[in-house]
């Protein structure tokens, strides 16, 4: 079992920045892949960002290339996601998930997930 937890969500105005950080527990952290995802009211959740468990590796989703970056720190058990120039757009709840071994971006390719935090973009 994985345990992940969320932090770092809040009310933005249009063109700030956040980071996000997702807390895991329970298993040895840099056998897994850990991804981004987020649920807008009324849609899907999405593929944000996912970074392999040493790092080397990243995916984005169009969207937020170039704005967002996913990072780790394999010595803290945590993954991170810096959003800048946020868009009132990428208002939604943010799950941290994770995945061994890593290789996929869709919902079902991930085992574990976090409660979520939510991201309020205000424009």
């Known amino acids: 079992q994985v345990q992940l937890v969320e932090s770092g969500g809040g009310l933005v105005e249009a063109g700030g920045s956040l980071r996000l950080s997702c807390a895991a527990s329970?298993?040895?952290?840099?056998?897994?892949?850990m991804g981004w995802f987020r649920q807008a009211p009324g849609k899907e959740r999405e593929f944000v960002a996912d970074?392999?468990?040493?790092?080397?590796?990243?995916r984005y989703a169009e969207s937020v290339k170039g704005r967002f970056t996913v990072s780790r720190d394999n010595a803290k058990n945590t993954v991170y996601l810096q959003m800048n120039s946020l868009k009132p757009e990428d208002t939604a709840v943010y799950y941290c998930?994770?995945?061994?071994?890593?290789?996929?971006?869709?919902?079902?390719?991930?085992?574990?997930w976090g409660q979520g935090t939510q991201v309020t973009v205000s424009s």
């Open positions: 329970g298993r040895t952290f840099s056998n897994y892949g």
């Open positions: 970074i392999s468990g040493s790092g080397f590796n990243t």
């Open positions: 998930a994770a995945q061994s071994p890593y290789h996929g971006v869709w919902t079902y390719d991930y085992d574990y």
